[in-house]
């Protein structure tokens, strides 16, 4: 092992030191992910946090290209977000599309090359109420509830490129017991279907069928454990088991 790759390893723990805990509880809500980076580190993250009131905030990102320039400005997000949570606690910025938009400019600031996709949310699980805004994160993510599927599909700009983006905020009621189902980009790379179109329906078909937790979804898909992967993949669920 070559001294560029001990580095890289030794920055793939840091990585993964940085993530919130897999398969974490707060309340009735439940949380898991898997994130296979294309290399050795990787530019997909998550990231969970409750706030002292009891909501909740979570995102998924990814940031442009992978390997260490794209792990390094995953890390600047999660440093720049964990920054913002106190103005979102204390409803400075009321609305997930104000943090992004803070986000977005902080990320300016720092001149990167890189921009960054994220899917910003804000749960409230003593209302069952979500609030959410997207920065041109695709595949939108998947809600699971009532038997009901929905895309939570709409979005604006990435990121870190454009001086004053408009992004919106979003609010929707939940029932007691959902499953909401994210994706990064690189899990289309690896499916075989010949359309963007075609492998969405895939994506939905399974989570129809009940395969709505990350260890079934990446068996279903042929990640688990999957190398090599021409891009970053990375797949977040947060269950309400309504109890």
Same mark, same amino acid.
């Given at each position: 092992?070559? *001294?560029?790759?001990?580095?890289?390893?030794?920055? !793939?723990?840091? !990585?993964?030191?940085?993530? %919130?805990?897999?398969?974490?509880?707060?309340?009735?809500?439940?949380? /898991?992910?898997?994130?296979?980076?294309?290399?050795?580190?990787?530019?997909?993250?998550? #990231?969970?946090?409750?706030?002292?009131?009891?909501? $909740?905030?979570?995102?998924?990102?990814? $940031?442009?290209?992978?390997?260490?320039?794209?792990?390094?400005?995953?890390? =600047? $997000?999660?440093?720049?977000?964990? @920054?913002?949570?106190?103005?979102?606690?204390?409803?400075?910025?009321?609305?997930?599309?104000?943090?992004?938009?803070?986000?977005?400019?902080?990320?300016?600031?720092?001149?990167?090359?890189?921009?960054?996709?994220?899917?910003?949310?804000?749960?409230? %699980?003593?209302?069952? #109420? *979500?609030?959410?805004?997207?920065?041109?994160?695709?595949?939108?993510?998947? *809600?699971?509830?009532? !038997?009901? =599927?929905?895309? =939570?599909?709409? @979005?604006?700009?990435? =990121?870190?490129?454009?001086?004053?983006?408009?992004?919106?905020?979003?609010?929707?009621? *939940?029932?007691?017991?959902?499953?909401? $189902?994210?994706?990064?980009?690189?899990?289309?790379?690896?499916?075989?279907?010949?359309?963007?179109?075609?492998? #969405?329906?895939?994506? !939905?078909?399974?989570?129809?069928? @009940?395969?709505?937790?990350?260890?079934?979804?990446?068996?279903?898909?042929?990640?688990?454990?999957?190398?090599?992967? %021409? /891009?970053?993949?990375?797949?977040?669920?947060?269950?309400?088991?309504?109890?």
């Amino acid at each position: 092992m070559d *001294l560029v790759e001990r580095d890289q390893f030794a920055g !793939q723990r840091v !990585q993964q030191n940085l993530l %919130p805990s897999s398969g974490a509880k707060i309340g009735k809500l439940s949380f /898991d992910y898997r994130i296979l980076p294309s290399l050795i580190l990787s530019g997909d993250s998550i #990231e969970f946090v409750e706030l002292s009131d009891g909501r $909740v905030v979570f995102y998924i990102a990814d $940031v442009s290209g992978h390997g260490a320039a794209g792990a390094l400005v995953s890390v =600047l $997000v999660k440093g720049i977000c964990a @920054g913002l949570m106190t103005d979102i606690e204390k409803k400075v910025l009321e609305h997930p599309s104000s943090v992004l938009e803070a986000l977005n400019s902080a990320l300016r600031n720092f001149d990167i090359d890189q921009h960054v996709t994220m899917f910003l949310g804000i749960l409230d %699980p003593k209302n069952n #109420e *979500l609030h959410f805004s997207n920065a041109a994160h695709f595949p939108a993510p998947i *809600l699971m509830a009532d !038997q009901s =599927l929905d895309y =939570l599909e709409f @979005g604006s700009l990435p =990121l870190g490129i454009y001086q004053s983006p408009d992004y919106q905020s979003k609010s929707l009621h *939940l029932p007691n017991e959902y499953t909401i $189902v994210m994706f990064s980009d690189g899990v289309l790379e690896t499916m075989d279907q010949p359309t963007i179109k075609d492998k #969405e329906e895939r994506l !939905q078909l399974l989570v129809k069928s @009940g395969k709505r937790d990350v260890d079934s979804l990446a068996k279903e898909l042929g990640i688990d454990g999957a190398r090599n992967a %021409p /891009d970053d993949i990375a797949i977040f669920t947060i269950t309400s088991s309504g109890r």
